[in-house]
């Protein structure tokens, strides 16, 4: 009966999950709120920046470079995201903040040169609802004593 | 690469880069019926040559490389060239950065383990339940490195000289609430898979590595420590804060699979101990000292050894007074525990039906292992 | 029912006596419709195609929501609602639009003819099941128990002839595999099946099911009740006995170089294999269609009795599936030869001595 006793044993503890909540995202109908210092796309605040270069120097892809703008003399910042990785040096050694990062990850395109981000386009950073138009809610993850929930921080 | 020849009597299967569960790699196998009577590991396929980039870039930008070189342990992995550095520049780390490195490498280990848990469970035939169940539980440990460091995981977070960011407020008490849950999940985990009888059919006395053989064939981290040898590079060269908290090397003496999975299994045990005192105890203080991202290192070499996930891992680094180092050479777990597997098919009896439970109870990384 | 002509009617009669013309076919139709209603319920919904395809499609989408359960997610979400009970259809339209990849180095009148074999001989054997006492497609009389096992002794061959049709090392091996397994694993199953036989008196599953009017067979004989319970995994490969289709060590076994609708064949036919041999449990060792009459409608309640026992089983079996690995070849093997065999032929010893006392 010993024998019965370890075969019942992961049937018993396996069994009541099947009446568990799934612990999935429904994106893109959800959204998951991300923390501050969550490292997206960059967005770039053009009355700050010196053109001092430090950006481009220490970014370790080479993914930054200074291109002249139109309707100014200095040079400003262009990011590749064909090789960035993200690594946030750039924006920690800036020393205005003019680099910062936001949480839009969602930035896929169907053509490599699209992917090169000019300085203005990295000035402006769209609402989430455009990118995503079909996105309903925003939620977050929160820890019971025995699962993962997710709640609904607001909808939008 | 240039195979040996096979014999009449085998059936050679290419155990290859196509396959459910092979990793990336292949495996050839001579096969005879249902017994394997060699294995030969064929690695390679993910070669990116980081050890020559890391001589192309500088000591900063070089952190970025080593921390995908084990994407699922990256803090593991970062800490070893960091600490190589920090010896051979002789940058002193203020106390507080030792302890949150050595909260985020424990938060990488169980990371680790928790993976490592759920393919054994995948290559057992038992893919439903605890697979997913350690990707649901890994989900917790990513979203308290989001918070702390901004990436989930190939974050470069140590620098020589500290850790970029400090603890955000509130973390502490996320990380407690984090250990309490992972605890209690642990229950399931050990009732529904460990206690298994099938299980444990599949794993008893499969691929037993006898204690002379394991340091013989240069065995690492938990395959060695599963044979009864109590090695461990965090108590034997302490680094960063391990010898300020309490904790035990684990070892077992079954020398089989099931050994190793219990190392594993009670190795979150250990971790889930240290992150709890860290998270109660850590020091206040700065967390960064002052370093220049193109720092110049005067010349000379160092090692450094630190604890990974799967094993020892070890950098050997030459510098010669530029900005960036001569020559990095890495010793990666996965290339020597993968000699040991080629080898377990001679000291054992192996099946086909247990080539894949062998190689996730070793758990390689090919990434690693190739460099 | 005469056992020789399935539908009866006039035209069958008139074509015999070659008075056949072509004014008599409309009010043939409807004589032939009228007369034969019952047996082309039979036919096209149950136990025939309906009933089976139907199954098939409804385990499948209900496996995969049961099992994404276990799994802490949601399983098919969009296709047809929140339930996603259309992915099943598109999975299978997709499967029908894809292209079949034939290699050149194969046998192919084997490699395509397996998969269609395999689905279809299994529900050949489907059409034994009585439903009711009076609902047997397939009414063979006394011999409809060794029948269902002569078709089901054909379903091992079909795996090793498409694996060594495949030309393939995985094939190979998975081929070997089916074949050690089911020398192992079906030599019980006859032994229990000739215990209810006999405590039963006949051979015939409507006298089978008959028997078991006062108490079901499962009681006296339990050790054959585990048995065939453990039967059913192995004899339509399912996890804990998914041996010769280990994902992870074959790459799929000896279905490996299937694509395409062959693939959708080869599908379908575990899931037909695992509704057969489920009935037969049902029918052998759970009491069949016997259970209380429900509103006064004999022949719809014994059918609803089987369906719900099946039902429950199904959930069962596929419950089991998150809950236990997979076994070894050697370990599926002893299990066979040492505990199954004897234990059948223990069961066959008390199901004679309890014969003999004049006991059940």
């Known amino acids: 009966m010993n024998w019965l006793r370890k075969m019942l044993k992961p049937l018993m503890i396996v069994a009541p999950y099947v009446l568990r909540n799934s612990q999935t995202v429904a994106y893109p109908t959800e959204r998951l709120m991300f923390f501050d210092r969550f490292r997206g796309r960059h967005v770039f605040h053009l009355d700050r920046c010196i053109s001092c270069g430090i950006c481009a120097r220490v970014c370790p892809d080479a993914s930054i470079e200074l291109v002249e703008i139109e309707g100014k003399d200095k040079k400003y910042p262009q990011i590749d995201y064909n090789t960035c990785c993200f690594c946030g040096y750039c924006v920690e050694h800036c020393p205005k903040q003019a680099l910062e990062f936001t949480d839009i990850v969602e930035f896929a395109t169907a053509d490599r040169s699209e992917l090169v981000y000019s300085p203005e386009r990295l000035m402006e950073v769209p609402d989430i609802k455009e990118i995503l138009p079909m996105m309903k809610r925003r939620t977050e993850a929160y820890l019971t004593d025995k699962e993962m929930k997710y709640r609904k921080v607001k909808d939008v | 690469m240039r195979e040996p020849m096979i014999k009449p009597d085998v059936m050679r299967i290419s155990w290859g880069p196509q396959h459910p569960m092979s990793g990336q790699t292949r495996i050839l196998l001579d096969v005879d019926g249902e017994r394997v009577h060699r294995i030969i590991a064929d690695l390679g396929f993910t070669h990116r040559g980081i050890e020559k980039i890391l001589e192309n870039r500088t000591f900063f930008s070089g952190i970025i490389p080593v921390d995908r070189m084990a994407m699922v342990d990256t803090a593991n992995m970062s800490i070893g060239y960091v600490t190589a550095i920090e010896k051979a520049a002789g940058i002193e780390v203020p106390e507080r950065a030792k302890w949150i490195r050595t909260l985020v490498c424990e938060m990488s280990r169980i990371n680790s383990h928790l993976y490592a848990f759920g393919l054994q469970a995948e290559s057992t035939g038992y893919f439903p339940a605890v697979f997913l169940w350690t990707t649901v539980d890994r989900e917790i440990l990513l979203d308290l490195f989001e918070e702390l460091t901004g990436a989930r995981w190939s974050f470069n977070f140590f620098f020589p000289g500290g850790v970029h960011q400090d603890l955000p407020d509130g973390f502490r008490e996320k990380v407690l609430k984090a250990v309490k849950y992972l605890r209690g999940r642990f229950k399931d985990y050990w009732g529904a898979m460990v206690e298994n009888p099938l299980f444990e059919n599949r794993c008893n006395g499969v691929a037993i590595l006898e204690p002379k053989d394991a340091l013989r064939l240069g065995a690492t981290g938990p395959v060695l420590r599963g044979s009864g040898i109590d090695i461990d590079m965090r108590r034997d060269e302490p680094y960063d804060a391990y010898g300020d908290v309490e904790w035990e090397v684990i070892t077992e003496d079954a020398c089989d699979v099931m050994a190793r999975t219990k190392v594993r299994f009670h190795e979150i045990g250990q971790a889930l101990n240290i992150m709890e005192q860290i998270a109660q105890k850590i020091p206040d203080g700065p967390v960064k000292g002052r370093v220049n991202a193109f720092m110049r290192v005067p010349e000379g070499e160092c090692i450094s050894r630190v604890e990974a996930g799967r094993g020892e891992l070890g950098f050997h680094l030459f510098t010669n007074g530029t900005g960036n180092p001569y020559r990095v050479k890495i010793n990666s777990p996965t290339l020597r525990n993968m000699y040991v597997f080629e080898r377990l098919a001679e000291l054992n009896e192996v099946f086909i039906a247990d080539i894949p439970v062998i190689i996730n109870s070793i758990d390689p990384w090919y990434l690693d292992a190739d460099r | ?360």
């Open chain 3, 1 to 360: 029912m005469n056992s020789n002509t399935l539908f009866a009617g006039t035209l069958t009669s008139l074509v015999q006596a070659n008075q056949f013309s072509l004014l008599n076919i409309p009010s043939m139709i409807i004589e032939f419709l009228a007369l034969n209603s019952k047996p082309l319920l039979q036919v096209l919904l149950l136990p025939g195609l309906g009933f089976i395809l139907g199954f098939a499609i409804f385990a499948v989408w209900f496996e995969r929501k049961f099992l994404a359960r276990a799994m802490l997610r949601v399983g098919p979400y969009y296709c047809g609602g929140r339930s996603g009970v259309l992915q099943v259809f598109a999975d299978f339209l997709k499967l029908f639009m894809k292209e079949i990849i034939i290699p050149a180095s194969i046998d192919w009148p084997f490699f395509v003819a397996m998969p269609v074999f395999l689905s279809t001989i299994p529900s050949l054997a489907l059409l034994l099941i009585p439903f009711d006492s009076n609902w047997v497609l397939w009414d063979v009389g006394s011999l409809s128990l060794p029948m269902f096992f002569a078709i089901m002794g054909i379903s091992p061959l079909i795996p090793i002839f498409s694996g060594w049709a495949s030309n393939n090392k995985y094939s190979f091996i998975g081929a070997w595999r089916v074949a050690y397994m089911y020398i192992s694993g079906e030599i019980s199953l006859v032994i229990c099946a000739a215990g209810v036989a006999i405590m039963a008196g006949s051979m015939d599953l409507v006298k089978i099911v008959e028997a078991q009017r006062s108490m079901w067979f499962a009681v006296p004989q339990f050790i054959g009740f585990i048995l065939f319970f453990l039967g059913i995994f192995i004899e339509s490969e399912r996890t804990p006995f998914d041996i010769p289709v280990a994902e992870v060590e074959l790459v799929f076994g000896w279905r490996t170089e299937y694509s395409g609708i062959l693939f959708g064949f080869t599908m379908m036919a575990e899931y037909v294999l695992f509704q057969a041999w489920t009935l037969m449990f049902v029918t052998l060792y759970l009491g069949g269609f016997n259970g209380p009459v429900i509103m006064g409608m004999p022949t719809a309640s014994h059918i609803f009795w089987l369906l719900a026992k099946f039902m429950v089983l199904v959930v069962f079996i596929i419950l089991l599936r998150c809950v236990f690995p997979r076994l070894r070849m050697d370990q599926m093997i002893t299990l066979g030869w040492k505990y199954m065999t004897p234990l059948a032929l223990l069961n066959l010893f008390f199901v004679i001595v309890m014969k003999m006392l004049g006991g059940v």
